[in-house]
Each structure stands twice: as C-alpha cells, then as structure tokens.
DNA sequence: AGATATTATCTTGACGTCGAGATATATGCG
DNA sequence: CGCATATATCTCGACGTCAAGATAATATCT
C-alpha cells in the first residue's frame, strides 16, 4: 500500500466504471522516477551543481577529449531547447567550468570546453553519482533488478530505437 | 540498444574504471517516464489543459461529492508548494474550472470548487486519460506488467510507505 | 479580554525551461 | 560577384515551480 494506491482507492470510489489499474504501474513509474532523480540531485547539489550543469558537464566529459563540443552539438545530445543551452552554458560560464571559444573555422559557431575545474570535477562528482545508482539500486534483489531493466527496455521500445553502432 | 546504452558505451570507454550497468536502469526509468508523462499530456493539451491544471480538477474529482476542498488540502494532496497552488488555482479560476468561495467557517481560508464545466471537463479527460493508460500499458505483455508493478512497488517503498487504511 | 502564537493563503523574486524571432555568418545559385 | 537561403547561436517573453516572507484571521493562554 503506497500513495499511488491510496489514490486509486478513490478513484474506485468515485468512477467504479473505469479500469484504473494501469494508473497504478504508471503512477508508481512516475512517482519512483522523481524520487530516484531527487535522490542523484542532492548529490550534485553538494558541489553547487544543478541537474542541468550536470548534465551539461557530463555529456562533455564522456565526449572524450579534448572535452569540446559545439552548442549544437550538446543540444541534440542533450535534447534541450537552444535557449535553454544557452542559459546552461552562461550560468556554468559564470563559475568558471567551461568556457566558450569562437569557432575559427566558422563564424558563427562556438566551441564549449571543459575548464581544467570544470573536468576535476566532473570526474569527481560522476564517481560520487554513480555511487549513489548502485546504493539506489540495492532496494531490489539481483533477479528483480534484470527483470526490471527487461520491461523497462520493452517498454522504451515503444518510444526509442537506436541502431547498433557498427564495430569499424 | 537504445539512446541509454549509446550513453552507456561512451562512459566505458571513457571511464572504464566505473560499473555503469546502474545507470542504464536509472536512465531507462527516467527517459520512460518522460516519455510516458508527456504522451498522456498530449492527451489533456487537447482539451487546453495542462499537467498542473489536470491535477488539480482530478484530485478535486475524486475527492468526492460535493467537490470542494481547501487550498490547503490540495496543497497537500497534490505536494506542491503553496505559491504553486496559489498559480495553479488562479488560472484555473480564470477559465472558469473551478471557483473560489470564502470559508464562511473559516474567515483564513476559502474553498476551491469545480464548477459545473470543471466537473464536466475532468470526468471526460480522465476517461481518455484511462484509455490512454491502457494503450500505453500494451507495449508489455500481461505477465511483463505485473513483474514491472512488483518491482516499482518495492523500489517505491525506498521511498514512501502509507500504512493500510482500516476498513470500518 | 488582551497579548501571543498559530494557521491559511497570497505575494514576490529567482530559476530552468520552451518557442519564436533576431542576428550574424556561410553557402549555393545564377 | 551578388543575392537568396540556410545555419549557429542568442535574445526575449511566457510559463510552472519553489522558498521565503507578507497579510489576515483564528486559537490559546493567562
């Protein structure tokens, strides 16, 4: 019994004629979702970092060196809008964890890299984060966690398909 | 192989001192959240309501005859802070989905109620949003949902728990 | 009853996000 | 070469959210 049923509970009180189960696995996924982003984001937040710098130093960190990527680039890795980047990258800016450099081989392009800080600590925090996954993850048993990571995979199926990379 | 394990392979190679099978888990969850939340919000954009406004009509709907309930009440049943309530409402009050009376018992509070159109709205939105669920929910095979549900449910309990109510 | 504490709600300012449109540069076509 | 189009990034205004604090009314305690 968790909130999520609490509130089914009055649903079928209330419209006894409409088959509120699905609520139930779809609100939990929601509601656990938040819990666990929460959960990493207070680990960021002690290093003054927000989901969204996070992510922004993240997706530069695994780019591989030199650790630059244009803003275009990191909005479609990212899935941001371009005003939104822009933002991320002022406020990470501002603190010094990356810097912009104009793009000499196109004028109107930028390049963003990472900022020796910007890479210690990236470097120190995604240890830390990933940390936290595997102390998040130790609520469900081994088995649990293979079958979960099954559906979850069926289930994003419906909305996202990648080829594989080929192996050059 | 999906946009998490193209994410995943970038920090092997990168950082292949980390065990990121957590993060894939976590990723999946929460891009399938996303994705999931935003389906159904396309669902309540076609009758101009938002997620917010959705809340708000449906919690005052299965709170039951005669549907009212104190800011203070929605605040609570919904966990938002109570300058977003206060947001929430007075656009809501604007479209005319719900009024705002005096607590005549209560001179501090009022009573946010659906109106006439409110009750209307939500009890045909909640019934597609039902459907919907049910759409969503095909993508997993019958004995996938209910190994899924098993799982959110312990996971969930990580994080909240509500002791069972008594049946008078 | 009067002073004090508590409660209910709203206000304000900041943040992160989006989307439309502005600006500057590059590219392609005749 | 010059003009039209495409591209990269930024600017701006709106939204939803939060947290802190303001306001008004009620409860409590002597």
Redesign the pocket.
């Known amino acids: 019994m968790d909130q999520v049923d609490r509130i089914l509970q009055q649903w079928g009180r209330e419209r006894p004629d409409l088959d509120v189960a699905p609520m139930g696995t779809l609100g939990r996924l929601k509601r656990l979702a938040d819990h666990l982003s929460e959960d990493l984001a207070s680990g960021y937040r002690m290093h003054d970092l ?3 710098g996070f992510d922004v130093l993240a997706t530069l960190r695994r780019a591989g060196k030199p650790y630059e990527l ?3 680039a990191l909005i479609a890795w990212t899935m ?10 002022d ?1 990470l800016e501002d603190v010094g964890l990356i810097e ?1 450099r104009r ?1 000499p081989e ?5 390049v963003v890299a990472l900022t020796a800080r910007g890479l210690a600590l990236i470097d120190r925090v995604i240890e830390e984060h990933v940390a936290n996954q595997h102390r998040l993850l130790q609520a469900l048993a081994p088995d649990q966690r293979a079958q979960l990571d099954d559906c979850l995979r069926v289930w994003l199926g419906m909305f996202e398909r990648v080829e594989a990379p080929d192996s050059a």
Chains 1, 2 share one sequence.
């Open positions: 927000t989901p969204a244009s803003p275009s941001v809008a371009s005003g939104t980047m822009t933002n991320r990258l406020r912009r793009n196109d004028g109107r392009g930028s």
